[in-house]
């Protein structure tokens, strides 16, 4: 288990326990953090999860595969630190995580 902090657009800090192997989606949800609505459960096919790593932690949290790439596409305001939180699995070097919000997931 390891802390992820979520970070609204509007600045409010949602700090969550997630477990080993669950997605920073599922731990986003499970604990009522706004602004993730996960429209697809999880399934990496409606982008309504997106976040963006803190660029401190972008190197330890890794790439998007092909598929969320793809994915990341129809994002309106994508970065070069955007992902899909549904995507990413707390794992121990992910204790501390800091992820922000998009102003909306459109």
Known sequence: MGKVTYIEFNGASHTV???????????????????????CGG?????????????????????PSE???AMLEVVTCREGNS???????????????VLRLPESQA
């Open 17 to 39: 326990d997630a477990n080993a192997g669950e997605s920073l989606m599922q731990a986003a949800v499970g604990n009522m953090v706004p602004g993730i609505t996960a429209d």
């Open 43 to 63: 399934a990496c096919a409606c982008a309504t999860c997106h976040v963006y790593v803190d660029p401190s932690w972008t190197e330890r949290v890794g790439p």
């Open 83 to 97: 992902r899909l939180s549904c995507q990413i699995k707390m794992r121990p070097e992910l204790e501390g995580l």
């Open 67 to 69: 598929i969320e790439s």
